[in-house]
């Protein structure tokens, strides 16, 4: 290690209020300069208007993301859900997403070292008997390492940024202020709290040990690999866990896989959303992006990243479940019904925003339950995606803050699978995912669903 033990490294990672509220600001005068530009063009006619936009979107993209990526924490993981999984903003931003997934800028060497004697007391040359300096992959609130330990077993270490739990406050208070001017009604409050709670569980990495666990012991096997924790190498800002190997899916997609392997891999994808929807322990992996699911050759898919897990009250479970009910059975009295107990609908909004979202609901939910009506469905169906991406452009002008905030990581896990099941544009066999769903309603007194 070229670095001393003592090397300054806090310039890797912007931890205090003032450093990242003054990137918060010169963002806002990038996208500020943009807009301007932007607008004294479309005043003086030039260039095709539509294109001029696009090229607007895109650089914002481009300017937002560059000092978001520097923040890091809670900043970029709010961005990436914003453009990754809620379609609230425009296609241009999830373009710019998808090019910046795996491409944050690590940690430089003595600073991981400094945060693992940190967390567990001893420097890596101490703990492990091979560690690999440059990290494998980095994301939002931390990044991840390869090493062995002492008795040979190949692990990933994951090791938080500084003072990432400590800027979740600042950072929701600034994502407060720009969502306060797009989204109407007195749901943020319930919503933001929502959010919050789960980062602090995020930036707990003796929680997600435990996720770890719960998920190794309940779907580790002949379909899913999961890792296991280390927890003699595990406090709360580094994380050891066995290594799973895999390609990611833009690798898996640049080697041509066959329709059969696509199949497959989307068939073990829609199998585990499934298993956990109607576990009893309803509990999700909500964090469903592309770069925490691993296509193995051996043909078993493995499922990493277990920070963001949501378990659902026992009450809204068994609501969602009698909604779907509801749908397969064109049930509109009990729709409507569930949409108010459910606070997607309430009293207290306009009535043109009623309208608004029952017909958004109607149709997005209409097209939730289509691959149950049939035994075999093609998520590669090309008239199914764009009915899907127009529900996705449809959400993205709702303006009501409405709706359980339980809603918000359920949509963000479904909406990541389907993603990821168009992608690959996998047929997958519904028959055995209904059959788990009836056998929950069955527990609930309620009749199965037919198809």
């Known amino acids: 290690m070229s670095a001393s033990d003592d090397s300054p490294a806090s310039d890797d990672f912007p931890a205090s209020k003032l450093e990242r509220g003054g990137l918060f600001a010169k963002t806002g005068l990038k996208v500020g300069k943009n807009y301007a530009q932007y607008l004294m063009d479309r005043a003086t006619g030039a260039d095709d208007p539509a294109a001029r936009k696009r090229e607007l979107n895109t650089q914002n993209a481009r300017d937002l993301f560059e000092e978001f990526t520097r923040l890091r924490g809670t900043a970029l993981k709010l961005a990436q859900s914003m453009s990754m999984d809620t379609g609230l903003l425009p296609d241009e931003f999830m373009e710019v997403m998808a090019e910046a ?17 940190d967390g567990l007391g001893r420097f890596p040359e101490l703990l492990f008997d091979d560690f690999e300096p440059e990290a494998m992959a980095a994301a939002s609130l931390g ?38 001017r797009l989204i109407q009604g007195d749901g943020i409050d319930a919503h933001f709290k ?16 435990q996720n770890i666990d719960h ?13 296991r924790p280390v927890p003699d190498r595990t406090a709360e800002t ?24 696509c199949n497959q891999f989307g068939q073990l994808l829609w199998d585990f959303l499934h298993e956990q929807v109607a576990g009893n322990a309803r509990t999700l992996h909500a964090d469903t992006h592309p770069g925490n699911f691993l296509f193995r050759e051996d043909g078993r898919l493995g499922v990493i990243d277990f920070g963001c897990v949501k378990t659902f009250p026992q009450q809204f479970r068994d609501d969602m479940l009698r909604l779907f009910r509801a749908r397969m059975a064109n049930d509109e009295d009990a729709i409507s019904r569930l949409l108010y107990t459910l606070d997607i609908l309430h009293d207290d909004l306009p009535a043109d925003t009623q309208e608004e979202l029952r017909h958004f609901f109607d149709e997005y939910g209409s097209l939730i339950v289509e691959p149950y009506r049939r035994s075999s469905f093609d998520f590669g169906d090309p008239d199914f995606r764009s009915r899907l991406q127009d529900c996705f452009e449809q959400a993205s002008h709702l303006r009501a803050a409405t709706g359980s905030p339980h809603f918000i990581f359920l949509n963000k896990a479904l909406v990541g699978i389907l993603n990821l099941l168009t992608q ?22 309620g009749s199965p669903v037919g198809r």
Request: glycine content about 4%; cysteine-free.
């Open 424 to 445: 690959l544009g996998a047929r997958v066999d519904t028959t055995e995912s209904l059959s788990l769903l009836n056998e929950a309603l069955a527990d609930l007194g």
């Open 238 to 261: 580094v994380l050891t866990m066995t290594h799973v190997d895999g390609r990611h899916l833009d690798s898996f997609l640049d080697a041509a896989p066959s329709q059969g392997e």
């Open 194 to 209: 929502e959010v919050k709670a789960r980062l602090q569980e995020e930036t707990d990495y003796l929680n997600e040990a």
């Open 215 to 227: 998920f190794a012991d309940q779907y580790d096997g002949e379909k899913l690999v999961v890792p």
């Open 101 to 117: 997934q795996y491409s944050v800028p690590p940690m430089n060497a003595a600073l991981v070292r400094k945060r693992i004697r």
């Open 143 to 180: 990044q991840v390492h390869r090493a062995r330990l002492d008795d040979g077993r190949e692990v990933a270490v994951k090791v938080q940024y500084p003072n990432v739990r400590e800027t979740i406050e600042s950072d929701l208070s600034v994502a407060r202020t720009l969502f306060e």
